[in-house]
C-alpha cells in the first residue's frame, strides 16, 4: 500500500500546535516587500504617522493586499479552518536607534475574544532581526493558560497599556528573524515580546489579526471585521469596508472611530473562562 506524504498544512498544523507559532515563512518576494514599504511611507507623508493604527486596511490599499494575499490566507486557513475573519492589522514600525519596545505578553489576555481560533501574521517590510529589535517567542507558551498581566507605565512600550508578564526567563526564548517579505504566525496564547531597534534603519512590518468566524467578542457588541475566507453563518461581528482607493474622506473619518475603538478593546479586561496561571506554576511544568 502506498504511503500517504505529508503536506505543507500538515507540518505547519504540527508546528504550529507544538510551539505555537511559525517562523519564517516566505509571503512575498524581497522587491514586492520594497514596494509594500514604499507605498506604505508615501502614505505618511499624506497621512502622517501610521504606527499601531488600528484597521489600517479601510483606508490603505496596500495593507489589504497583504490581509488577502494568498499565501497568508492558505497558512490562516490550515491553522483556523476555511472560515475566517479578518479582526484588526496595523503597521507596526520601530524607529531608528529609538526605544520603543515590546514586554512579554500575550494577545488573547486582552484582546476580549471567547475562544482559541485565532492568529496573527507579522509580515516584514523591511528586516527585522536581531539588531532592529526583531520579535522573540516562547516555544509552547501557547499552551500555559492565561498568565497574570501587571500595567507598566512605560511610554517607551509599544503596548497600549504597557501589559507585562514578569519573570519570563528569556533562556527559553526563540529569535525570530525575518528578511523583508518573511512573515511569522502566532498564536494569540503564545508568549512573545522584542527589544529596541538599535540598528540605523527603520524596522517596518504589518501585523494582521485572523479570528475564526465562531469567536465573539465579550467586551462590547460594537466589534467589526472582514470575512476573508469561506462563509460567515454567526453573523457575530460587524463589517468593516475595506479600502477602494486611498484616504477617502469618509473611510478615514470612519477608521478614527474604529481606531479608538480598537484601543479601548485592547484594555486590561481578562478574556472570560480561561484559567489564570502564575509564571512559578508553568516552570514545574
Known amino acids: 500500500m502506498k504511503q500517504s506524504q505529508s503536506t505543507p498544512a500538515d507540518d505547519w498544523r504540527k508546528r504550529f500546535a507544538r510551539d505555537g507559532f511559525l517562523s519564517p515563512i516566505r509571503i512575498l518576494d524581497e522587491t514586492e516587500a520594497l514596494a509594500h514599504r514604499r507605498r506604505m511611507e508615501r502614505a505618511e507623508r499624506s497621512f502622517g504617522d501610521l504606527h499601531y493604527q488600528g484597521k489600517v486596511y479601510t483606508i490603505l490599499r496596500s495593507p489589504m493586499e497583504l490581509a488577502r494575499h494568498p499565501r497568508v490566507l492558505e497558512v490562516v486557513n490550515a491553522l ?24 512579554w505578553h500575550q494577545d488573547l489576555a486582552y484582546w476580549g ?17 536581531e539588531s532592529s529589535g526583531g520579535m522573540r517567542m516562547v516555544p509552547g507558551s501557547h ?17 497600549y497599556q504597557g501589559q507585562t508578564v514578569a519573570d519570563v526567563d528569556d533562556g527559553q526564548a526563540v529569535f525570530c528573524e525575518l528578511m523583508p517579505g518573511e512573515a511569522s504566525f502566532h498564536h494569540g496564547w503564545t508568549l512573545h515580546a522584542s527589544l529596541p531597534n538599535e540598528s540605523s534603519e527603520r524596522r517596518i ?15 462590547h457588541d460594537r466589534d467589526t471585521a472582514i470575512l476573508v475566507s469561506g462563509v460567515d453563518t454567526y453573523g457575530h461581528f460587524g463589517e ?12 478615514v473619518a470612519r477608521q478614527r472611530e ?22 512559578r506554576e508553568i516552570s514545574r511544568r
Open 80 to 103: 483556523i479552518g476555511p472560515n475566517v475573519l479578518l479582526w484588526n492589522g496595523t503597521y507596526i514600525v520601530k524607529e531608528p536607534r529609538s526605544s520603543a519596545h515590546v514586554s
Open 113 to 129: 475574544l471567547d475562544g482559541e481560533d485565532q492568529v496573527s501574521v507579522w509580515i516584514a517590510l523591511s528586516a527585522a532581526n
Open 143 to 159: 499552551r500555559f493558560g492565561r498568565m497574570s498581566h501587571s500595567l507598566t507605565p512605560d511610554d517607551s512600550n509599544v503596548l
Open 205 to 219: 512590518g504589518f501585523n494582521a489579526q485572523y479570528v475564526a468566524t465562531h469567536m465573539r467578542q465579550t467586551q
Open 240 to 251: 468593516d469596508m475595506p479600502a477602494t482607493v486611498d484616504f477617502d474622506p469618509a473611510a
Open 258 to 279: 474604529l481606531d479608538r475603538q480598537v484601543r479601548e478593546t485592547m484594555g486590561t479586561r481578562p478574556l472570560r473562562g480561561r484559567p489564570e496561571i502564575s509564571h
